[in-house]
């Protein structure tokens, strides 16, 4: 008698979802700090704005 061994896909697809939630949350996150931050994050003055300057303007987006 021979045993055969199906693998469950089930974990594997959980974690590739897992993943890609976790990707795109971190896009959301760098796209709101270069894009539309405006000293909301850092409490210290505008560093975050400063820091993302140029980012800003390669993008295209509007910062003054």
Same mark, same amino acid.
Request: contains cysteine.
């Given at each position: 008698?021979? %045993?055969?061994?199906?693998?469950?896909?089930?974990?594997?697809? $959980? !974690? @590739?979802? /897992?993943?890609? @939630?976790?990707?795109?949350?971190?896009? %959301?996150?760098?796209?709101?700090?270069?894009?539309?931050?405006?000293? $909301?994050?850092?409490?210290? !003055?505008?560093?975050?704005?400063? /820091?993302?300057?140029?980012?800003?303007? %390669?993008?295209? /987006?509007?910062?003054?």
């Amino acid at each position: 008698m021979t %045993l055969v061994h199906t693998p469950n896909r089930a974990a594997e697809s $959980a !974690g @590739i979802a /897992l993943a890609a @939630i976790g990707a795109v949350v971190l896009a %959301l996150l760098a796209l709101y700090l270069v894009g539309f931050d405006q000293g $909301a994050v850092s409490r210290t !003055g505008m560093y975050m704005h400063e /820091l993302m300057h140029d980012g800003r303007h %390669l993008l295209g /987006l509007p910062c003054h």
